[in-house]
Nanobody
Framework: QVQLVESGGGLVQPGGSLRLSCAASGSILSINAMEWYRQAPGKEREAVARITSAESTIYLQSVKGRFTISRDNAKNAVYLQMNNLKPEDTAVYYC??????????WGKGALVTVSL
């Protein structure tokens, strides 16, 4: 079994920054892609950023240039650096880890609130 623990959420003013972390523990084999999703109140969950095992990245258009995804394979961790945050970035952010055997896991989520 694998557990994903997110941290780093909180309240920040518009224009501020936050860094989300997600660490995987348990029976970890080979991790393939690591992703961040978010779900705002009343909206569907959407993919925000993805990083492959080759460290290729892809971003939601609205966060390009503001968010940066990275990973530390030695720590089985993925990070999301969020700069110049906007009120519309307010959401619960979830990490999602895909293993090479096809199994995937979700974290429990970290709330990010961007408000004055």
């Amino acid at each position: 079994q694998v557990q994903l623990v997110e941290s780093g959420g909180g309240l920040v003013q518009p224009g501020g920054s936050l860094r989300l972390s997600c660490a995987a523990s348990g029976s970890i084999l080979s991790i393939n892609a690591m992703e961040w999703y978010r779900q705002a109140p009343g909206k569907e969950r959407e993919a925000v950023a993805r990083i492959t095992s080759a460290e290729s990245t892809i971003y939601l258009q609205s966060v390009k240039g503001r968010f940066t995804i990275s990973r530390d394979n030695a720590k089985n961790a993925v990070y999301l650096q969020m700069n110049n945050l906007k009120p519309e970035d307010t959401a619960v952010y979830y990490c999602h880890v895909r293993f090479e055997d096809g199994v995937a896991y979700w974290g429990k989520g970290a709330l990010v609130t961007v408000s004055l």
